[in-house]
């Protein structure tokens, strides 16, 4: 089945803890997208991929890190400078990022900030 | 003024109504609009898009997007007890706009009861 995974589904840190949140998709996408969700919020974007080795920053980037290294897989680091981690997160791909490309989204990742 | 407003709700409806979603935009840059739902805990999942102005029908579900008054809708007939979930609007520019990512509106909760 084509997809995107996002592991692990609940993750717990100790503040002054990097964290890293997984996101591998296997639908051949090129472009990839990490989200955050608080309560009561709709999506904010952090940072983009729209091609293996590129990514751009989002609205909210501080605090976070990413790399794609290979198509598949877009992982996102909430490193001790974000200053409220706790939220839900989602990752997205498309087929690319111009004209009109549905945005598929994973399972999210729920971390809790302890 | 944020670029998309949504209210968000919770809007209690009876099995069988017929429900009015709705939301605002500042930018007249958008040009392709689109209806996510989303279940508790879950990834948002497309619903509708539509392109500029215009209505697009698929079953129970009606979207309408009037570009004049940057006004969007959602409607939902013979709503179901499944239909309870959180719709999120989403928009975007179009070539002129270098195709912006995704700015999404806050959610709408929305609840049918049996």
């Known amino acids: 089945d084509g997809g995107i995974t996002q592991s692990p589904k609940y993750l717990f840190r100790k503040e002054g803890q990097n964290v890293t949140l997984s996101c591998e998709q296997n639908l051949n996408h090129d472009a990839m997208y990490w989200y955050r969700q608080d309560p009561g919020q709709g999506l904010r974007l952090i940072y983009y991929s729209q091609i293996v080795n590129d990514f751009q920053k989002g609205d909210i980037a501080e605090g976070y890190s990413v790399s794609r290294e290979k198509k598949e897989s877009f992982p996102l680091t909430v490193t001790s400078a974000q200053k409220n981690p706790t939220a839900f997160y989602l990752c997205a791909s498309s087929k690319t990022s111009g004209s009109y490309n549905e945005q598929f989204f994973g399972p999210g990742t729920r971390l809790t900030v302890l | 003024q944020k670029e998309v407003e949504q209210d968000p709700g919770p809007l209690s409806v009876p099995e069988g109504a017929i429900v009015s979603l709705n939301c605002t935009y500042s930018n007249s840059a958008f040009q392709y609009f689109m209806w996510y739902r989303q279940y508790s805990r879950k990834g948002p999942e497309l619903l509708m898009y539509t392109y500029s102005s215009g209505n697009k029908e698929d079953g129970r579900f009606t979207a309408q997007v009037d570009k004049s008054s940057k006004y969007i809708s959602l409607f939902i007939r013979d709503s179901q007890p499944s239909d309870s979930a959180t719709y999120l609007c989403?928009?975007?520019?179009?070539?002129?706009?270098?195709?912006?990512?995704?700015?999404f509106g806050k959610g709408t909760m929305l609840l049918v009861s049996p």
């Open positions: 989403a928009m975007r520019g179009g070539r002129d706009s270098g195709y912006s990512t995704l700015t």
